[in-house]
């Protein structure tokens, strides 16, 4: 199925084949019909039960988070490409809201599970069947400290629908209705971000310009939203007892409040050796004292304006898989073959770029934004990288696969950087070796370091929550503070800049996210200097285990095949030192070359 510019949009049917098929209600009726049935069969009863009953249990609690999954990720897909249709947009809520009062039966199952005594949870993990489902009933268990009761646990998941997440549906919907003008043409979201990487300073900062504008425009409604999300957090972290506003997050991700601390603080360190040093160069070479904000992704001057065909973006991204593993190649191509791709930018579809998370025995979708910059090729081959994630992991099933965020961008992060060393490989001259390095080293800056500016203008957000309402001006205070620590002297963080919090959804639908890019960054570029190392036989198959293993491993066993430890003080340095590594040789090749 092609659309706009005959690129491909994503065929759902695998799922439904319209929001109009009487699947969807047939599955609605199934879920709440056998989560009733779970209910009335084990609520009371699980410390009784026998170890082959309790799999059964297991098993019928996988089988309908399934069909709920199912409905859940169709409903969202659907929406996401057409956030100005109506009956789209009701249809989504619709479902999420049966969806989470139909689960209520069920809630019952992890309260009681974790009031099971540890004899009797070891004796069902004999069973090697259960031992199956043991990386899900380490996950209940580690919420033990911080359950409610069953009544409360049933009112924050009924009042969800109506707290947080409509506050986010209001996010994501007023977004997606942005428009923005620039010398008479009007953009979508996306499309005005694309305007940001082209070659015209002038228009670069015309389209910065109305970014500042339309943000600064919905500021208060932004501003609104923002406080009431963190509110809510701050309600639910209260009542069960998190100390920290990121606290609920790290426990999610299985990592101490220490290690994020650790990573945090070591980010920081490196804002002047890393950011700070390339700003400089790049201020240089755009031939100023001080660049722009928007001009932080600016392409070079002196580089080649590539136009990337999606035929082209999809054989380099390819190419560069298929040079580390053919078994990963194949992985990938299945992506293309079966239409599970949306790929232009077009009106009512909301901004960025994502891969569903899929479920066990389905595959995941690939949604971007394409418009043919060598960005838009590094972007398909990231979430390209999530899609082979999923597709390694459907054996751990469906219970098991609660993805830490902090792995989930292992596969994204290395797939970038594989397809970006291949290009590298293939690079003409010094020139467009250098051109190459600058915009690879610019996007880690922003995976590793800005994210963790994000984290910082976080932390400091929702701890002045705590005290009231935190004011629209001093969130623009605290964004613009946190910009210009990272940024360095060689940017200029104006006027214009101050809004541009808004625009970071992750701030608003999954607090304190932002420091998985980071963590992420940084495990990948210690992974890929073992790599390039050559010390470690068949990386490329252990690599590819070491995917299907994280959702269900501790850091520690996935790790280990590659001598690396999250724990080690050295860990976090060494992921930046390979972003310190490129500049020294952007350094080098500015001299050489004479720029």
């Not at 993990?125 to 990386?135: I, M, Q």
Request: glycine share 4%; proline share 3%; hydrophobic share 35%.
């Amino acid at each position: 199925m092609t659309t706009k510019n005959n690129l491909p949009s994503w065929d759902l049917s695998d799922l439904y084949q319209s929001t109009d098929d009487p699947n969807i209600e047939k599955d609605l009726s199934r879920y709440k019909k056998n989560a009733l049935s779970f209910q009335k069969k084990y609520k009371g009863k699980l410390s009784k039960l026998s170890a082959d009953e309790f799999l059964k249990a297991l098993q019928a609690l996988e089988k309908n988070s399934l069909i709920g999954g199912k409905l859940g990720e169709f409903a969202y897909l659907n929406m996401s490409t057409q956030m100005k249709n109506a009956k789209a947009m009701a249809f989504y809520q619709n479902i999420s809201e049966k969806l989470t009062d139909y689960a209520k039966p069920a809630v019952f199952f992890s309260l009681e599970l974790s009031d099971v005594p540890s004899s009797k949870i070891n004796e069902w993990l004999k069973n090697k069947k259960v031992s199956f489902y043991k990386p899900f009933i380490k996950r209940v268990l580690k919420y033990k400290k911080y359950k409610l009761s069953e009544p409360v646990e049933e009112i924050l998941l009924e009042k969800s629908v109506t707290s947080g997440e409509a506050w986010v549906r209001l996010y994501e919907e007023t977004s997606s209705r942005l428009v923005y003008t620039v010398d008479g043409k009007t953009y979508n979201d996306a499309e005005i971000s694309k305007l940001l990487l082209d070659k015209d300073a002038n228009l670069r900062h015309k389209a910065g310009a109305e970014l500042g504008r339309v943000s600064q425009e919905n500021g208060p409604l932004f501003a609104l939203i923002y406080n009431m999300v963190m509110k809510d957090k701050a309600i639910e972290d209260e009542k069960r007892g998190f100390k920290n506003p990121v606290s609920s997050r790290n426990l999610a991700e299985d990592v101490a409040d220490q290690t994020v601390e650790a990573l945090s603080q070591t980010v920081r360190a490196n804002y002047k050796n890393i950011a700070h040093r390339f700003y400089k160069l790049k201020a240089k070479w755009l031939g100023v004292k001080k660049i722009s904000y928007w001009d932080r992704n600016a392409p070079l001057p002196f580089s080649s304006d590539t136009h990337y065909t999606w035929e082209d973006a999809v054989q380099t991204v390819l190419k560069g898989y298929e040079r580390f593993s053919p078994k990963l190649k194949n992985i990938a191509t299945d992506f293309f073959k079966f239409n599970w791709i949306d790929v232009p930018p077009r009106d009512g579809k909301r901004s960025g770029a994502f891969c569903s998370g899929g479920l066990s025995n389905t595959h995941p979708y690939l949604f971007l934004n394409f418009t043919g910059k060598q960005n838009d090729v590094l972007t398909l081959a990231h979430e390209l990288g999530h899609g082979c994630h999923h597709q390694l992991r459907t054996k751990n099933g469906e219970l098991n696969e609660h993805s830490r965020m902090t792995t989930e961008e292992v596969a994204s992060v290395f797939g970038e950087m594989l397809v970006f060393q291949d290009m590298l490989h293939q690079a003409k001259d010094d020139k467009e070796r250098l051109c190459l390095i600058a915009s690879k080293t610019s996007d880690m800056i922003n995976t590793a370091i800005r994210q963790i500016a994000f984290h910082f203008f976080e932390l400091r957000a929702h701890d002045e929550r705590k005290k009231g309402e935190v004011s629209e001006e001093r969130l623009c205070q605290i964004w613009t503070e946190e910009m210009k620590e990272s940024l360095g002297p060689s940017v200029d963080v104006d006027e214009s800049v101050r809004y541009i919090w808004t625009n970071v959804g992750h701030f608003f639908f999954l607090p304190f996210y932002v420091y998985a890019y980071s963590f992420a960054d940084c495990l990948v570029n210690s992974l890929y200097k073992v790599y390039q190392e050559q010390k470690i036989e068949n990386f490329a198959d252990k690599y590819l285990h070491l995917l299907s293993q994280t959702a269900i491993g501790d850091y520690d066993k996935i790790l280990k095949p590659f001598d690396l430890n999250i724990n080690t003080p050295s860990f976090w340095q060494k992921g930046l030192d390979l972003i310190s590594s490129y500049i020294d040789e952007l350094e080098r090749l500015d001299k050489k070359l004479k720029l």
